[in-house]
C-alpha cells in the first residue's frame, strides 16, 4: 500500500514550495517497484507499482534494468509535481543524463502545456533538471523477435496488435491494470497478457481536495515507461506503442509554443524518450507502430476487423462520469465519440455504427456544433484523442459523397456550412489517408505496416 503524503494541508498553496525532491528508488525481488518524491521537506509521496514478473528477480537482474527504473522514477515524478509546479527540481538518488533531462524538460513544460492553459497560469513551467554524466548506450538493434503491444482498449491498439502479429514474430500484450475494454480486447486477440498495476499515493488525492493544481499529464511517457521496464523484465526485444501520425498535432497556439493534448504520444517525445532509453544501456527499443498513419487511415483498417468492434472504446467522458459505466462503451455526447463515429463512419454503414454506439450521431442535429469543432470550425480542437483538423474535413467529404450518409442532417449541415467555406485541398481525402515518411518504425515492420494500413 502506498504511504498518503506526510502532513497534507488542510488548504495546499502551491507558491508555498519552492522544489519539487525526487528522493529514492527501489525494484524488489518481486517486481514491486517504489518511487519516492517531495515537496520541499513538507510533503512526502511514494507511489507503488507492481510489475509482471514471472519469478523472485536476482539482484543481477534488478541491477540490469537499474537505469530503466530511474527513467520511470523521473517520468512518473509529473503525477506529483503537477500539484504546485515549483520552480526547482533536486534529483537527490542520482542525475539524469543528458539525453533524459531533455526528456523530463520538455514533459514537465509542454506535457503540462494543457495543464497550465486549463489553469490560467501566467507561463508554462520551464524548470531546470541538472545533467549527469552518462556514457550508457543500448545494443544496436537485432531482429525483432518478441514484441510488446500496450493495449488501451481503443481501435488503435487493435490495429497495432494485428500489424505485429502479421510480422511472425511472438506478440504478447501488456496494460495498467485491466479496464473492461482491455480485457475485452484481449479476449479478442487472443494473445498472452501482461499486466501491471500503478498505485498512486493517496496522498496525491489529499492534496487536490485540498486545492493543488490539477489536470492532463503526460500519461503516455509513464504507461511506455512502465511497460519498457516490464518488458526488460521478461526477454522482449521491443515495446510497440499505438500512437498515430495525428497525436503530433498541437490544439492551439500559447504562451509561445503549440498546445498539445496528446504531447507525450507525440513524435517528438518518442524520439526524446528513445535518446533517454539509449542512456539506460537497455537491451529494449521503443516506437510507435501506427505513427506513419493518420487516424482516419487506422479507422479504415479497424472498420474491417470487426470482431473486435463489440469490445473496444475510445469514450473517456463515461469513465469519468462513472467507472463503473466503462463497459457501457459509448456517452455518445463527447468529443471523442463524435470523432471516433465521423473516422468510422465513411468504412461503415449506418446501421453498424448504430449498434456498436447505440445511437447515430450524425442523424442528431443537436450534434451538429461539436462535430463542426472538430474542424475547427467556431474554436480549437478540442483537448481530447482526436485527429487534425484535416482528418476530420476528410471524412465530412468523404460522408457528403457517400448515398449511405449524404443525407443524415448533421452531414448536410456540414456540407453546407464547413465544407463550402474550406479550399478543396484542405482535407483532401487521398492525402489524408496516404502513409507517411517522417517516423521510427524499423525496416523489418514496414511491409506488414503498409499491408495493414496502405489498403
Not at 507492481?50 to 537505469?67: D, H, N, Q, T, W
Not at 481501435?155 to 482491455?182: H, M, Q, T, W, Y
Amino acid at each position: 500500500m502506498a504511504v498518503p503524503a506526510e502532513h497534507s494541508p488542510a488548504v495546499f498553496d502551491r507558491r508555498a514550495f519552492e522544489s519539487f525532491r525526487f528522493l529514492g528508488r527501489e525494484l524488489g525481488p518481486d517486481g514491486h517497484v517504489r518511487l519516492d518524491y517531495a515537496l520541499d521537506e513538507q510533503l512526502h509521496f511514494s507511489e507503488r507499482i507492481a510489475l509482471p514478473v514471472k519469478g523472485p528477480l536476482s539482484e543481477a537482474e534488478r541491477e540490469r534494468v537499474g537505469g530503466l527504473v530511474a527513467l520511470l522514477h523521473w517520468v512518473a515524478g509529473v503525477s506529483y509535481f503537477k500539484t504546485a509546479l515549483p520552480p526547482l527540481v533536486s534529483c537527490e538518488s542520482g542525475l539524469p543524463g543528458p539525453a533524459a533531462a531533455a526528456l523530463l524538460e520538455a514533459l514537465y513544460s509542454e506535457g503540462l502545456g494543457e495543464l497550465a492553459y486549463e489553469n490560467r497560469l501566467a507561463a508554462l513551467p520551464r524548470p531546470r533538471f541538472p545533467r549527469g554524466e552518462h556514457s550508457a548506450v543500448s545494443p544496436a538493434p537485432a531482429e525483432l523477435e518478441r514484441i510488446l503491444v500496450p493495449v488501451g482498449g481503443g481501435k488503435d491498439s487493435a490495429v497495432a496488435i494485428e500489424i505485429a502479429r502479421r510480422s511472425g514474430a511472438e506478440v504478447v500484450l501488456f496494460s495498467i491494470g485491466n479496464a473492461p475494454p482491455i480485457s475485452r480486447t484481449v479476449a479478442v486477440a487472443g494473445l498472452e497478457h501482461l499486466q501491471a498495476r500503478r498505485e498512486l499515493d493517496p496522498g496525491l488525492f489529499e492534496c487536490n481536495r485540498a486545492g493543488a493544481l490539477n489536470g492532463h499529464i503526460p500519461i503516455t511517457a509513464i504507461v511506455t515507461c512502465v511497460a519498457l521496464l516490464s518488458a526488460a523484465l521478461n526477454g522482449f526485444d521491443v515495446v510497440a506503442m499505438a500512437n498515430e501520425r495525428s497525436a503530433s498535432a498541437g490544439n492551439l497556439s500559447w504562451d509561445g509554443v503549440e498546445i498539445n493534448h496528446q504531447f507525450s504520444k507525440g513524435l517528438l517525445a518518442e524520439r526524446l524518450l528513445s535518446a533517454a532509453l539509449a542512456e539506460t544501456g537497455a537491451p529494449v527499443r521503443q516506437f510507435s507502430i501506427l505513427r506513419p498513419a493518420s487516424e482516419l487511415a487506422i479507422a479504415r483498417a479497424f472498420a474491417g476487423m470487426e470482431r473486435y468492434h463489440p469490445a473496444f472504446t475510445s469514450c473517456n467522458a463515461i469513465f469519468r462520469i462513472d467507472p463503473a459505466l466503462r463497459s457501457a462503451s459509448w456517452c455518445c455526447d463527447c468529443p471523442k465519440c463524435r470523432f471516433v463515429f465521423l473516422a468510422l463512419a465513411p468504412f461503415c454503414s449506418p446501421a453498424h455504427l448504430r449498434g456498436i454506439f447505440g445511437a447515430d450521431l450524425l442523424a442528431d442535429e443537436a450534434q451538429y456544433e461539436g462535430f463542426a469543432l472538430l474542424a475547427a470550425s467556431g474554436g480549437h480542437k478540442p483537448f481530447e484523442c482526436v485527429g487534425e483538423e484535416q482528418e476530420s474535413v476528410a471524412a465530412m467529404r468523404l460522408l457528403a459523397e457517400d448515398d449511405r450518409w449524404r443525407g443524415h442532417p448533421v452531414v448536410r449541415r456540414l456540407a453546407r456550412e464547413v465544407l463550402a467555406e474550406l479550399p478543396p485541398q484542405f482535407g483532401a481525402p487521398t492525402a489524408v489517408l496516404a502513409l507517411g515518411e517522417d517516423h521510427e518504425v524499423p525496416a523489418q515492420l514496414l511491409e506488414d505496416v503498409r499491408a495493414v494500413l496502405g489498403a
